[in-house]
């Protein structure tokens, strides 16, 4: 059974810093492409940024391009996001996510998602 | 600010069919790529619900059906029931002069009567 586990979340100041991590596990972690996805509180979801199998290709989300950093350690079969220069907008629950397999360009989909872990970015 | 348009909010008694729109442009639906739908209950993670435009996920049940044509696509689900009370969003790929990458709809909130 697919298990992601989401974990680091809390409260930070503004211009704060925080890493987030997903423990994996029921799956071999390193064939499939990964992804952080956010929700604002009572708001929609937002695609953060994903991940190659491998980590060598990374993508982002304008929003948060220059000031997160997603990476994984497939010898820990584990996620994680990097997260500077907080902001009051990045208040969200963030979901790590699974992608189907031979995820490429355009196609990912995510086929599985942890519970999510709660960050709130406020002085 | 999403470049998926949804409506807000749809309903429908037990029984009935309800549809929900997504509403692209030619950089994402409308340039060929694929939509998938996810229903989130509340409280709880988003479930993928239909991947490839129209494909359903093992137990996912065929009251659930997608479609998708030009720069739209839609969800469709027949014979309503109260534990399809959730949140449902697409989701798609943008490929513009702006960047490259992964978007959501608005979302659409599912309202069993």
């Known amino acids: 059974e697919v298990q992601l586990l989401e974990s680091g979340g809390g409260l930070v100041q503004p211009g704060g810093s925080l890493r987030l991590s997903c423990a994996a596990s029921?799956?071999?972690?390193?064939?499939?492409?990964m992804s952080w996805v956010r929700q604002a509180p009572g708001k929609g979801l937002e695609w953060v940024s994903a991940?190659?199998?491998?980590?060598?290709?990374?993508y982002y989300a304008d929003s948060v391009k220059g000031r997160f950093t997603i990476s994984r350690d497939n010898s820990k079969n584990t996620l994680y996001l990097q997260m500077n220069s907080l902001r009051a907008e990045d208040t969200a629950v963030y979901y790590c996510a699974k992608s189907q397999p031979y995820c490429s360009g355009g196609s990912c989909y995510s086929v599985a998602w942890g519970q999510g872990t709660l960050v709130t970015v406020s002085s | 600010q999403s470049v998926l348009t949804q409506p807000p909010s749809v309903s429908g008694a037990p029984g009935q069919r309800v549809t929900i729109s997504c509403t692209g442009s030619?950089?994402?639906?409308?340039?060929?790529?694929?939509v998938h739908w996810y229903q989130q209950l509340p409280g709880t993670a988003p479930k993928l619900l239909i991947y490839g435009n129209s494909n359903r996920p093992s137990g996912v049940p065929d009251r659930f059906s997608g479609s998708k044509s030009g720069t739209s696509a839609s969800l469709a689900i027949t014979g309503l029931q109260a534990e399809d009370e959730a949140d449902y969003y697409c989701?798609?790929?943008?490929?513009?002069?702006?960047?490259?990458?992964?978007?959501f709809g608005t979302g659409t909130k599912v309202t069993v009567l």
């Open positions: 991940i190659s199998g491998s980590g060598g290709s990374t």
């Open positions: 030619s950089s994402n639906i409308g340039a060929g790529y694929d």
């Open positions: 029921g799956f071999t972690f390193s064939s499939y492409a």
């Open positions: 989701q798609s790929y943008d490929s513009s002069l702006s960047g490259r990458f992964y978007v």
